[in-house]
Nanobody
Framework: QVQLVESGGGLVQPGGSLRLSCAASGILFSMYDMAWFRQAPGKQRELVATVSSGAPITGGGSTNYQDSVKGRFTISRDNAKNMVYLQMNSLKPEDTAVYFC?????????????WGQGTQVTVSS
């Protein structure tokens, strides 16, 4: 059974920091591209950051970010622990959303796509 379990959300003041974690089980973690998405009330779910599959020595671990979070957020993964993280600094009220962890893999047989249940991040004074 595949599980993605997010943690680390909460209430933080503008300018503060949070670190989200996502623990994956039931998948060959290193083979999956991992991502963080977010969904604010009344808005569509949007991609925040991605980190590619594989080990750095083979070109894996490359990252991409939504423009609005570049320079403030950092995504990382630990393949040995089946974990992906999102370090969020200089948080703004517009970062308030439910944040979701996603695991995605394309292969010859199709596509595997898994989601966590989400963790709430609220940025407010």
């Amino acid at each position: 059974q595949v599980q993605l379990v997010e943690s680390g959300g909460g209430l933080v003041q503008p300018g503060g920091s949070l670190r989200l974690s996502c623990a994956a089980s039931g998948i060959l973690f290193s083979m999956y591209d991992m991502a963080w998405f977010r969904q604010a009330p009344g808005k569509q779910r949007e991609l925040v950051a991605t980190v590619s599959s594989g080990a750095p020595i083979t070109g894996g671990g490359s990252t991409n970010y939504q423009d609005s979070v570049k320079g403030r957020f950092t995504i990382s993964r630990d393949n040995a622990k089946n974990m992906v993280y999102l370090q969020m600094n200089s948080l703004k009220p517009e970062d308030t959303a439910v944040y979701f962890c996603n695991a995605d893999r394309l292969w010859v047989g199709g596509r595997d796509d898994y989601w966590g249940q989400g963790t709430q991040v609220t940025v407010s004074s």
